[in-house]
């Protein structure tokens, strides 16, 4: 049994709007103000706070929950800009999508005093609606991600 389905009633509450990049993330402590180091590390170097599109959220969030990985260019001195695939089945990808990301982000005085078993029944209510899989689609082809069965074109070496 893992933390995030043991005590669901204190993790609900803990998702946070980064104030670098605006992005929402699940915070392991209450006083986090960023989603990751590079944040951090910009805001320290006085960099201005940007406002994420969608699309950004989406490639942060499916790199996040390790559906989403960099399939090419192999070579580091490759100068091709750098190409991104799913790592699983786009339909396992989009549940776990929908899954992690559409729970209630509040957490009120009554949910705080659930049991287990009250908090694990209240999970299962969505405040957002889900990402439909012709959104999905449409959103990685946007994003020019390929998917778990898909490949890249060849490049033809000289």
């Known amino acids: 049994m893992n933390y995030m389905t043991s005590v669901p009633a204190l993790t609900l509450g ?21 989603c990751s180091t590079a944040c951090r590390n910009q805001a320290f170097r006085g960099a201005e706070p940007s406002t994420p599109d969608a699309d950004d959220i989406l490639l942060k969030r499916l790199t996040f929950i390790g559906v989403l990985g960099q399939i090419g260019p192999v070579n580091s001195r490759d100068p091709r800009p750098a190409t991104y695939g799913l790592t699983v089945p786009r339909s396992y990808a ?29 999970k299962t209510v969505k405040h957002r609606p889900d990402m439909t899989d012709t959104e999905f689609l449409s959103a990685l082809r946007r994003l020019g991600i390929y998917g778990f069965d898909e490949s890249p074109k060849p490049v033809k070496r000289r």
Do not use: H, I, W
């Open 14 to 34: 803990r998702e946070q709007s980064c104030k670098q990049c605006g992005s929402t993330y699940r915070a392991k402590r209450s006083t986090s103000v960023f």
């Open 94 to 122: 989009l549940a776990e999508y929908n899954d992690r990301y559409n729970r209630p982000t509040g957490l009120s005085p009554k949910q705080a005093s659930m049991t287990l078993a009250e908090a694990l029944a209240a």
